[in-house]
Each structure stands twice: as C-alpha cells, then as structure tokens.
C-alpha cells in the first residue's frame, strides 16, 4: 500500500504505542485485569478534563456520546437552546430535537465563532432547561471560547452540554472547573485511538436528572452505565471494545507524560496558518482567537480547491474537504497528532506543490511563528 499521511480531522493517526496496546490478547470484560485497565483508563481521563466522577464509554462513535446525551436529556418538555457555528452543532439540535425537546436554535455564521455574549442572551431571551454547544467545529475549524461563555451566564445557569468530539486531548477543556454539565467526545480525534468509543462525562447535578428520569434508550442509559462503573472493578453492562480501552490507556498515558502537550498543539496551529497564509491560502476562520488548535480549514481565492485536494493525494497526502455549504469551498488538515517542524514543512511543502507557487518565503512565515513563544 502506498505511504499515506493522514491529515484527516478523524481519525487522526494513531501512535506505536497504541496501536501495539491494542494488538495485546484478548481478555475478558468481567475479570480483574479488565476492571485494572477500567480504572487507569478513567484515572487518565479524570487528569486530563481535571473533573472527578465518572467517564461513560460507549461502544460507538463520538455520535453516539451526544445521543446519550439526547436519550438522558431530551424528552418532550424539555426546552433546549443549540448555539451552532457548523455542522456539527445542527447534528446535536438534530439529535436533541428527535428525542422530543422544543428547540430554540441560534446560528452563527459558518466560520464565525460563538461569543459569550450570544450565549448569555439567548439564555436569557429563551429561558431554556438545556444548552447545546459546540467546543470545536470541526467543520469549519472553529474553537469556541467555552470557559468564557460559563463565566458568562447567570450561576444558577440551565444544564449545559458541550460537544467536545474534536476538541477534547487537544485543548484544554476542564468541565467541573468551569460549571459545564455534560461533555461528549470520541476516541478518534484529539484522544489520538482508532475510532469506535464514545465518551460522556456529567456534573453531579447531571448525574441526578439522569438518574431521576429513566433514558428512552437502554444502550444509551447513562444510569446504567455508571451502575456498573463500581469503583474498583468498573464494569459495563454489555461486551467492551476491549482493545480500544487498551489503546486509549496507552495514549493517555502518553499525551498526559508531555507538560507541553497543549501548547504543542497550539503551536503548530499557528506555524500552519501563517504558513498557509503567506503561500496564499486563506483562512476560513478569520479572527485567530477562534482558530482551532487540532484542525485548520482553508480556502484558495481564484484557485481550484478541488485540483489542490486531487494533487494532494496524488502524493500520499489525505486532507479533507468541506462539507454542508462549504462543499467543495475549503480544505482540511489536522493537526491532533504529534505535528512538530518535520510534519509542517511536510504539510506546507505538499500545499506549495499542489498550488504550482513560485514564492518559497511560506517556509521563512512558518519558521517564524514555529519559533516564537510557545505559550504566545
Ligand atoms: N461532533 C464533532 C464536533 C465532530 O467533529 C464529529 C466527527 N467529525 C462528530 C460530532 C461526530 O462524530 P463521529 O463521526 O465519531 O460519530
């Protein structure tokens, strides 16, 4: 198979380290070694959200973390306000609305992020049980400012669930910290795992609405999961991804063993955009204080997005491109994974090919903002 590099905002690719703990041999879901590995697993993800109480693992896709979300906090009654910048946040509306809440909708334009001050006043205009919104637009590439929409809204604020799918391992996010309710993610992107696990992790007061009312789904009951979570020999109640815990015990280990892993992160968002910018790209996401650190949309003005996305691949490079309005329109790379300065000049030096540029200073911009402060 040819070599390909994997720029795919999920899956991302996957470390040795995770990929070989996945390999290991199979054991059972109901024996000590299995409720050992239960329990490093949710010690890591306890470190890395810096949250206490337990992380649900689904067997399924970051989707089904936010249908668990809709199963336990969506019913008929309930009134939900979905704050959306993309595709991403109407797929939780969608969801929400399907297991019967009224929906309040607010959208931001694509590209845009969302502000505290929108939040704060259609919480107060609508008055809703719920608020849905988005950590990282992964369809445009859009981080939103979560910590500062909590400190935002009124202390005794409705329930508020974040879509952290393509945001979570990359950015700091620490639910308990900033007042969020409930939190979905997956193990593709930012946690750096195949696909296949849905994580969900809830406040105490949550955990009481869930507990309270029985979910209108019993794969998703989150009640049922942490029923079993027995502190000391965690348990699900029906058959685990076994290997996948396997691989997401290796990767947190790995992303939690590097102080810097974050500001990593960030770096090499920058380092890509200005390089992207001075080839003559152009960001999609104009304000940078909205830029995503794992994943960077671009477009090409009075060039042929679909050509570059073609001669792209062509050379082993799997980028992708929009989707929704923005089909055809942008690009996509991501950068989850360990980009340091060998992957960018690789990133960059495969974009500079595809365009046919003829300025080679995109390395010098890159360089530039590669090596300014790395909490900058
Ligand atoms: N929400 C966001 C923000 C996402 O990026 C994605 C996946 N791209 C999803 C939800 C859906 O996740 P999955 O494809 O794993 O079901």
Known sequence: MMNRYLFTPGPVPVGLEASLASARPMISHRCAAFHELFERVEHGLSTLLRSSGPVVIFPSSGTGALEALGANFSRPGTKALSVSCGAFGDRFREIFARFGATMANVDVPYGEGVTPEVVASAVERERPDVVLLTMNETSTGVLNPIKEIM???PKDHPLVLVDGVSGIGTMPFFPEEWGVDGLATASQKGLLVPPGLGLVWLSPRAWERA?????????????????????????????????????LDASLAEILAEPEWFALRARAARAFAAGLEALGYEMLVRDARFRSHGVTAFSLPGGDVADVVRKLRAMGVEPAGGQGPLKGKIIRMSHYHDVRWPELSMMLGALYAAKGSSSGDFMRAALDAWEGRIDG
Do not use: C, I, W
């Not at 209108?216 to 049922?224: I, K, P, V, W």
């Not at 502190?231 to 396997?246: I, K, R, W």
């Open 151 to 153: 400190e935002a809204l």
């Open 211 to 247: 507990s309270a009312e029985r979910a209108s789904s019993y794969y998703f009951d989150l009640a049922l999961q942490r029923k079993h979570m027995k502190e000391g020999a965690p348990e699900n109640p029906y058959t685990p991804p076994v290997s996948l815990y396997h691989a």
